[in-house]
């Protein structure tokens, strides 16, 4: 994040986070879960849209458990939600013990040196929860062999260690391989190590998970993509509402001649007159270089007053070139849009070839950010 607000006025891009939008998401997730608990992953600065207004929003909602990845994350969420259960995803760094304490963040612990580490701390600091009890921790068991997280062995040699703490969630993954379908074997694998830790909670899903039939959701769900926007469902309709709108200003307007080629390496070339508008969104606002990175050099869409308009020549750090021949008339500063209802957050990964939460994340740092109250 820029060290300085970025106004309107100076903007190249400007994000538009529709936290009314995150919010029905969050509470259409909690529907389709009935009894269990829906969270949220709100990691990696919620998924890039801003930890602090998304997780207030979802905390007002009523949403009380959240997964970020670092520590830093869960502390800043501490001061926003008191009162919330925050779990790390990335376990336990070494020495760092501490800080979990101090802030009440449950660390998610994926081996058996984590295990020492904390055991260790939780037997020789005298630390406690803020109630008095013991401190918390869930345990990421790899019932998926996609090796992360504890295996049944690794439980065999951890006995003695879950004892020093209160291991209040029992964490899971699905590992999908294409042609097959596991899940059934690695949900008994889940439930054979679930069992040794009776009375526990537990959590499988994710936001594609959630709309599996196949896989129990036990006690909490763990979204984060569906609630920014993105489909969980692929190849069907999308359940979710839009939450990201992206636009571009245009920085300005060139006529091309047939023949005139433009970009860095002058590879794309009009093949008849063209009126082309250069925008500021480049690769460092999260425009994706694989975009444009083909033989003919275009590719990508933006909508330009309603009309879908391809992208040519390679998109550059700060600025890309959008062939808007086929919209109206188009004027300095006015905006074209990347993301919204019509270009979803989907469509603009797939024009890359990425998945929709690694084009989510690379929004908007240098972006004018505007937030739709919930
Ligand atoms: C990021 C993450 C999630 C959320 O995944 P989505 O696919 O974005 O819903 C859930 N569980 C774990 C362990 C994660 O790391």
Redesign the pocket.
């Known amino acids: 994040m820029p060290s300085v607000e970025i106004s309107p006025l100076e903007a190249g891009c400007v994000l538009t986070v529709d936290l009314s939008a995150l919010v029905a998401n969050w509470r259409t997730l909690q529907t389709v879960c009935g009894e269990a608990e829906c969270g949220a992953?709100v990691?990696a600065d919620a998924y890039g849209l801003g930890l602090e207004p998304v997780a207030k929003a979802l905390h007002d909602a009523g949403c009380r458990t959240f997964?970020v990845a670092h520590v830093f994350e869960g502390r800043t969420l501490r001061a926003l939600a008191p009162d919330a259960d925050i779990y790390v995803?990335d376990g336990l760094r070494p020495g760092a013990a501490a800080a979990y304490a101090d802030h009440a963040l449950r660390p998610v612990l994926g081996s058996v040196p984590e295990m020492e580490d904390f055991g260790q701390f939780c037997a020789t600091s005298g630390r406690r929860w803020p109630d008095g009890s013991s401190l918390k921790a869930a345990l990421r068991l790899d019932a998926g062999r996609r090796q992360l997280g504890l295996s049944a062995y690794d439980l065999d040699r951890a006995d003695h260690l879950a004892p020093l703490f209160d291991v209040t969630l029992l964490?899971g993954?699905i590992a999908r391989r294409d042609g097959e379908d596991p899940a059934e074997a690695q949900i008994d694998a889940f439930d054979a190590m679930r069992a040794r830790f009776p009375g526990r909670r537990a959590s499988l899903a994710?936001?594609?998970a959630i709309f599996l039939d196949a896989i129990p959701l036990y006690d909490l769900v763990?979204?984060?993509?569906?609630l920014y926007g993105g489909n969980p469902t692929p190849g069907r309709p999308n359940p979710m509402r839009p939450v990201v709108t992206l636009e571009a200003k245009i920085i300005q307007m060139r006529i091309l001649e047939p023949g005139m080629r433009i970009g860095e390496d002058l590879a794309w070339k009009a093949k008849g007159p063209r009126r082309i508008a250069l925008v500021a969104a480049g690769f460092a606002d999260g425009l994706p270089i694989a975009m444009t990175d083909n033989k003919a050099r275009s590719g990508g869409v933006a909508l330009a007053q309603g009309r879908r308009c391809a992208f040519v020549g390679p998109i550059a750090m700060d600025h890309a070139a959008l062939d808007v021949s086929d919209a109206g008339y188009l004027e300095r500063g006015e905006t074209v849009e990347l993301i919204g209802k019509t270009i979803t957050i989907d469509d603009f990964a797939a024009q890359a070839g990425m998945r929709g939460?690694e084009a989510l994340v690379h929004l908007g740092r240098r972006c004018h950010r505007r937030y739709r109250q919930a």
């Open positions: 992953a990691k997964f995803l964490l993954e994710n936001s594609s763990r979204p984060g993509y569906a939460a």
